[in-house]
């Protein structure tokens, strides 16, 4: 005796999966090619602006702990690949790199060392 077994086949459970899997990866393709800008006159340390001048910075925060060439290896603070020298100005909690024809931004901030640190919107 042949035994069958019954079971719930749905033909619109393939169309709905292809359905769904459309959307999942749209929702992924749209999320990998939205490019975001930074906005960065909203960017700044201590009443400066992510982009300032040598002469602006040492005016408010006073002279370096230290000053030196980074020598970054690649990238658009990389002396070898701009052909320029760049310089950081170093102040422990933050460091600015430039030179006085682009400016100096701000390259780094040690959050850890920060007392008082306030976003603002």
């Known amino acids: 005796m042949k035994q069958t ?15 769904l899997l459309i959307t999942v990866l749209l929702a992924i393709v749209s999320q990998v ?3 975001q800008t930074i906005e960065f006159d909203l960017i700044s340390y201590n009443g400066l602006q992510f982009y300032s ?10 002279k370096p702990k230290s000053t030196y060439e980074p020598n970054y ?8 690949w701009q052909e320029t020298k760049y310089f950081t100005l170093d102040f422990e ?12 931004l701000i390259d780094q901030v040690n959050f850890e060392t920060i007392q008082n640190l306030q976003c603002h919107n």
């Not at 909690?93 to 100096?104: A, S």
């Open 53 to 62: 001048t040598k002469t602006e910075i040492i005016k408010k925060l006073g």
């Open 73 to 80: 290896e690649c990238g658009f603070l990389s002396s070898d």
């Open 93 to 104: 909690e933050v460091k600015f790199t430039g030179n006085e024809k682009e400016l100096y």
């Open 5 to 19: 077994i019954a079971h719930n086949y749905n033909p619109n459970h393939k169309l709905k999966m292809r359905t």
């Open 33 to 35: 090619g939205f490019t």
